[in-house]
C-alpha cells in the first residue's frame, strides 16, 4: 500500500471548485501540481503526509476526493476512503512579495 503514494513528482492534479465554495466561486477546473509527497505510516489504517504543492491547491480536496471533483485524490489512489484529522501548513515559499 505504501508505494501507491510514491509516484513520480510532480504529480498534475485537475481540482474542479470544492463543494464547499462553490456557493461563492464559479465552477471551474484548474490544474495544480503536488511537487513533493512524503508518507510516514502509523499502522495500516493511519498515516501522516508532508507534501508540498502549488499556490492554490486545494489540499482537503486533494485528500478525500470532494466526490470525484479533484482527479487523482490521496483517496483514489489508495482505494479507499481518507479524511484529514489535522491540517498544518508549515510553511509558505517563494511568491516574490515584500
Known sequence: ????????????????TPIRVLHRRSNSVRQRNVRSL?????NEHWFQLHLSTDAGTYVKEF????????????ASLLGCKTDILQLDCEG???GGFN
Not at 512524503?38 to 502509523?42: G, L, M, S
Not at 485528500?63 to 490521496?74: A, N, Y
Open 38 to 42: 512524503q508518507v510516514n505510516w502509523f
Open 92 to 94: 509558505i515559499e517563494g
Open 63 to 74: 485528500v478525500h476526493g470532494d466526490l470525484g471533483r479533484t482527479i487523482p485524490s490521496v
Open 1 to 16: 500500500m505504501e508505494n501507491l503514494l510514491h509516484d513520480k513528482y510532480p504529480l498534475l492534479l485537475n481540482q474542479q
